[in-house]
Nanobody
Framework: QVQLVESGGGLVQPGESLRLSCTAS????????MSWYRQAPGKEREFVAV????????NYGDSMKGRFTISRDNAKSTVYLQMNSLEPEDTTVYYC???????????WGQGTQVAVTS
């Protein structure tokens, strides 16, 4: 069964940090690029970050550059999102996505909630 399970969300104060994790099962993790997106209710999905299959290349949404870092551990079938200097505007649900760059097959996790409030 193909599955992505996010964890690590929670409630923090502005300026604090969180690390999200997304663990994959049911497919060959190292064959997939991994991305993080976020989406608040009633709003469009927003690209957060992507990491290629080997981890050699990463890219970020404009508002995340310099604050967020995406990384992966293929041995653990897990992708991470380190989020520093969190702002109230970062409050929303974060989702990970796996995409095969050759077949374009993809899957999504169920999301993890992040809330930044004083």
């Amino acid at each position: 069964q193909v599955q992505l399970v996010e964890s690590g969300g929670g409630l923090v104060q502005p300026g604090e940090s969180l690390r999200l994790s997304c663990t994959a099962s049911g497919f060959t993790f190292s064959n997939y690029a991994m991305s993080w997106y976020r989406q608040a209710p009633g709003k469009e999905r927003e690209f957060v970050a992507v990491v290629t299959r080997t981890g050699a290349y990463t890219n970020y949404g404009d508002s995340m550059k310099g604050r967020f870092t995406i990384s992966r551990d293929n041995a653990k079938s897990t992708v991470y999102l380190q989020m520093n200097s969190l702002e109230p505007e970062d409050t929303t649900v974060y989702y990970c996505e796996a995409t095969n760059p050759i077949t374009y097959a993809n899957c999504w996790g169920q999301g993890t909630q992040v809330a930044v409030t004083s």
